[in-house]
């Protein structure tokens, strides 16, 4: 039962454009949404984060857009740099009732590929 | 401040043989998760450790896999009489709290485990 899933393997982006990165969970539990970024043979680094009391977060070149009725969120990267291009899991927890202690659950993974 | 430390980083086992992955967390952060990635999957959460007790561990498998959170010393995941299908990278990660803003999970560069 994949409950949150990125159903873009891949992603080429030409330098200086828009990147966007798709999400979809289906837990209607889940209320914090991250995004980490993982380059080959390392751990994945956090990226940025949303509350789902928020509709919006932006930190630089990247901001999360939540919409909680479709249960789906998105990474735009603007600009896209060929330093950006890694694999980025969307992950999402359930904080709420404090039963869930802050697991992750992690997509499948986008490959972004941004070409100089 | 060093981040979450990992090791090994590659470890080769013979089928039927024992893996011990170690982990230590960042300083001060006293919540340790384990994850798992199978090729081509996004990471899977496998358990959630405090110091000395193990709080959730819904998503290791029932037999042959074990972790622990010493008072002392790292956590470790230990993996009795392994199988090709162990084969993964076993990513490990801390967090200073369980609340938002305090929840970011801090992840290690992770144990590429190959069972022949």
């Known amino acids: 039962d994949q409950q949150v899933k990125q159903n873009s393997p891949s992603l080429s982006v030409q330098e200086g454009r828009i990147s966007i990165l798709n999400c979809d969970y289906t837990n209607s539990m889940f209320d914090y949404f991250l995004w980490y970024k993982k380059y080959p043979a390392e751990g994945p680094t956090f990226l940025i984060s949303?509350?789902?009391?928020?509709d919006k977060n932006e930190d630089g070149r990247f901001t999360v857009f939540l919409n909680k009725s479709a249960k789906h969120l998105s990474l735009h990267i603007v600009p896209s740099q060929p330093g950006d291009s890694a694999v980025y899991f969307c992950a999402a927890s359930a904080n709420a009732g404090g039963t869930s202690y802050g697991k992750l659950t992690f997509g499948q993974g986008t490959i972004l590929t941004v070409h100089p | 401040n060093a981040g979450v430390m990992q090791n090994p980083r590659h470890l080769v086992r013979r089928r039927g043989q024992e893996a011990r992955l170690r982990c230590s967390p960042m300083k001060g952060h006293s919540h340790v998760y384990w994850y798992r990635q199978l090729p081509e999957e996004g990471l899977k959460f496998m358990v959630y450790l405090q110091k000395e007790n193990i709080i959730d561990e819904s998503g290791m498998p029932k037999e042959r896999f074990s972790a622990e959170f010493p008072k002392e010393g790292p956590s470790i995941l230990r993996i009795q009489q392994v199988v090709r299908g162990d084969s993964a990278a076993y990513f490990c990660?801390?967090?200073?709290?369980?609340?938002?803003?305090?929840?970011?999970?801090?992840f290690g560069p992770g144990t590429r485990l190959t069972v022949l």
């Open positions: 949303i509350s789902s009391i928020k």
């Open positions: 990660a801390s967090s200073p709290g369980l609340v938002p803003p305090y929840n970011e999970q801090f």
